[in-house]
């Protein structure tokens, strides 16, 4: 079975840039998690999708956004990108249902320049 | 104070040791909890859901204590490919739903 697969596995912007991160989740799954990982840093949570609606949001600023797909997949949007924004970034997918066990992809990583 | 506090370590443990780690939670709507190992620049990958009951799988033993808001993670017989980071993670269900992810505890097993 195949896992949680993300594109692109690295991306390189320049500041004021938007970039665009894409996420398949595992067959089946139709909750789809997004987290931020700065380096040395823990897993900050950005967004959760499920069944197409956005769930909830951590703390982070509107110009992180994103959308979930008829087919589950999922994309996180960053606008007006800024040199902090220079991280993994994670998607993970479960199960619906908050209780269930997230699977994470291999995460893209974004440097901001 | 954080959502979820653990032990940064480093651990230092030779081949075949025991090694436990401990992990509070300062949430009482907290849900389901987990732990996970993240290797260095890679993705985060489920170890073991935690219950009340306590569970095992292998050299692996988890406990949660709900009164306490505590939770555990027991690996016995250290194995060098145990090194990694040792994420503990709570599901929270306030309005709507979030994951925490403690920052990680470093474990290093040497020959």
């Known amino acids: 079975e195949a896992g949680v697969t993300q594109s692109p596995t690295h991306l390189i912007k320049t500041r004021g840039q938007q970039a665009t991160l894409r996420c398949s989740p595992i067959s089946g799954h139709t909750s789809v998690y997004w987290y931020q990982q700065a380096l040395g840093l823990g897993l900050q949570f950005l967004l959760w999708y499920d069944e197409g609606e956005e769930r909830n949001r951590g703390n982070f600023p509107p110009r992180f956004s994103g959308r979930q797909f008829p087919n589950y997949s999922s994309e996180l949007n960053v606008n007006a990108l800024e040199l902090e924004d220079s991280a993994l970034y994670l998607c993970?997918?479960?199960?619906?249902?908050?209780?269930?066990?997230?699977?994470f992809g291999p995460g893209t990583r974004l440097t901001v320049t | 104070r954080k959502e979820v506090e653990q032990d940064p370590g480093p651990f230092n443990v030779p081949e075949g040791a025991t090694v436990a780690f401990n992990c509070t939670y300062s949430?009482?709507?907290?849900?389901?909890f987990f732990w996970y190992r993240q290797d260095c620049r890679k993705e985060p990958k489920l170890l073991m859901s935690v219950y009340s009951s306590g569970n095992e799988d292998g050299r692996f033993t988890a406990q949660l204590n709900r009164a306490s808001q505590y939770i555990s993670l027991l690996i016995r017989d250290s194995k060098l490919s145990d090194s990694a980071t040792y994420l503990c993670?709570?599901?929270?269900?306030?309005?709507?739903?979030?994951?925490?992810f403690g920052a990680g505890t470093r474990l290093f097993v040497k020959a």
């Open positions: 949430n009482s709507a907290s849900q389901s």
């Open positions: 993670v709570v599901n929270i269900r306030t309005g709507g739903f979030k994951t925490i």
């Open positions: 993970a997918s479960s199960k619906t249902g908050y209780s269930y066990e997230q699977y």
